[in-house]
């Protein structure tokens, strides 16, 4: 399979070619931190549309209510709360972890994406109140990973060797190069790529891996080292 999945824990030969998966996955989640500016920014200004209040909110009867709070049933967020059921089974959290471990595996700087509770968020992603159309591709995708592991390796998915789920993943890794009767199987594996990033770089395991700090006050700001500075062409 490419580098973006090669997980160096199994003995499937390194690949020194192209940029590293997990380096790939950081800058997808550090370019989610950079404002986007549209190129009309410096036009003329624009007066903000008139918004209407919203109404106040009565505690005592937003708590009666049932649903998923934190939704437009609950535009205000002040209730929040997510009760909806996770429907993926323990089966289907198997393979789901070991996909997720696939794409995010441990390395000397961090854990596998599995360790930081991937599987169960994107379980709760799946699940969420008018998710159906999510469900079906993620439950879809991790049956045709356990059916396509059981006919080429007698086992399914969770139980292979990483060498066998690798070959497996080489084939529906990359949509554009996807076969035909590979192509479900490639949206699907985009889908939990996307949820597997971002459950992984939102949790404090993922911001260290990033090299994030978050907010923390510094006595000085020195902007840029003059590797950075050189490389985006100001100095």
């Known amino acids: 399979m490419s580098d973006e999945m090669h997980d160096s824990r199994d003995d499937a030969k390194?690949?020194?070619?192209?940029i590293a998966r997990r380096d790939a996955l950081k800058a997808i989640a550090a370019a989610?931190?950079?404002p986007m500016l549209p190129e009309a920014a410096a036009a003329a200004p624009v007066t903000p549309a008139?918004?209407?209040p919203l109404p106040m909110l009565d505690e005592v009867q937003q708590a009666k209510r049932k649903g998923p709070r934190g939704t437009p049933s609950d535009p205000v967020l002040q209730v929040a709360k997510a009760d909806w059921p996770n429907k993926?089974?323990?089966?289907?959290?198997?393979?789901?972890?070991?996909l997720c471990d696939m794409i995010i595996p441990a390395d000397a700087k961090s854990p596998a994406a599995s360790a930081v509770g991937a599987p169960a968020y994107i379980n709760e992603w799946a699940s969420r109140p008018g998710g159906d159309a999510s469900l079906v591709r993620v439950r879809g995708g991790l049956a045709w990973l356990d059916r396509e592991s059981t006919t080429r390796f007698g086992k399914r998915f969770?139980?292979?060797t990483n060498a066998q789920r690798t070959a497996i993943c080489d084939d529906i890794c990359y949509l554009p190069k996807a076969k035909p009767e590979h192509q479900f199987a490639a949206q699907f594996f985009d889908t939990i790529r996307d949820q597997?990033?971002?459950?992984f770089y939102t949790t404090p395991q993922g911001w260290k891996d990033l090299g994030y700090i978050g907010?923390?006050?510094m006595p000085k700001?020195?902007?840029?080292?003059?590797?950075?500075?050189?490389?985006?062409?100001?100095?």
Not at 14 to 18: A, C, I, L, R
């Open 14 to 18: 390194p690949v020194t070619t192209g």
């Open 158 to 160: 969770h139980l292979a």
């Open 32 to 34: 989610a931190m950079v």
């Open 196 to 199: 597997t990033a971002t459950a």
């Open 215 to 217: 907010n923390v006050a």
């Open 88 to 98: 993926l089974q323990l089966r289907e959290l198997a393979t789901l972890s070991a």
């Open 221 to 235: 700001f020195e902007g840029p080292n003059a590797e950075i500075r050189r490389k985006i062409g100001v100095e």
């Open 50 to 52: 008139a918004r209407t």
